[in-house]
């Protein structure tokens, strides 16, 4: 894993936006699309809003998934992430080859794991936009995270400070409102990802981080796994930097 710190989180979602947009070039030339994976929540607000104002993109050649969603949420609820990506991503590019959204109030959740599944396994994917949550969460992969299942999509358990984080991000009016379970996509379909770009603002954030950069890998800090690879880079602003070892 590189890292990178910035002085606030403009800069930083800056620079993030910047080498993803490189990278979903370089997978164009190279053959012709890219398959991206885009993240939701405060965390990425400056990476797609600069990532949508990339030039030199073609995005009629680029493939989207997105990483997860709330069970029993519909599409124009103001928390659902296919909303989310669809406002501030899908809406602001122009023709993008496909978007796979993640169906959160699908009648069956296991059978829209297995969709998605099926089509990202035909996708192999070349840019994967990705942030930590407060409890050291990669996608809503909660501690202890599944690190061994294959599969590319799970139905998983929110935990308690994940939800609270949700709500305290101002996405629900009630703790009681944030859903228990949601589809994610999984610890190691992540990891498949040609290049990992992992962005984490914010103060809240720094001991998530700090477990996740320097403490022992492990299903407890999910997002702990990104130390392993060479192909992660994380972008971080100055507060969520605060507790790492000079």
């Not at 600069?50 to 949420?73: P, Q, R, T």
Request: aromatic fraction near 6%; hydrophobic fraction near 45%; proline fraction near 4%.
């Amino acid at each position: 894993m590189e890292r990178y710190v910035f002085a606030d989180k403009e800069a930083m979602g800056a620079a993030a936006a910047a080498a993803a947009a490189e990278e979903i070039k370089a997978a164009i030339a190279d053959k012709g699309r890219a398959n991206i994976i885009l993240a939701t929540g405060a965390s990425q607000f400056e990476v797609l809003k600069n990532l949508v104002a990339a030039e030199g993109i073609d995005w009629s050649k680029v493939v989207m998934f997105h990483l997860d969603e709330y069970i029993g949420i519909g599409r124009q609820h103001p928390a659902s992430f296919r909303k989310y990506l669809k406002e501030r991503f899908a809406d602001q590019v122009s023709g993008l080859k496909a978007t796979y959204f993640v169906d959160g109030d699908a009648e069956d959740p296991q059978a829209e794991c297995n969709r998605l599944g099926e089509i990202i396994a035909a996708h192999p994917i070349d840019a994967a936009m990705v942030g930590i949550g407060e409890n050291g969460h990669l996608a809503f992969n909660d501690p202890p995270a599944d690190f061994e299942t294959e599969a590319a999509y799970i139905v998983v358990d929110l935990d308690a400070k994940c939800r609270r984080q949700q709500l305290g991000e101002g996405w629900f009016r009630a703790l009681d409102d944030v859903p228990a379970q949601a589809i994610s996509m999984s610890i190691r379909q992540i990891m498949k990802s040609r290049c990992i770009i992992c962005s984490v603002p914010d103060e809240r954030k720094a001991e998530a981080v700090k477990a996740a950069v320097q403490r022992q890998v492990s299903n407890m800090c999910p997002s702990s796994i990104l130390q392993a690879p060479d192909n992660c880079t994380l972008y971080l602003d100055e507060a969520a930097a605060s507790l790492l070892a000079k």
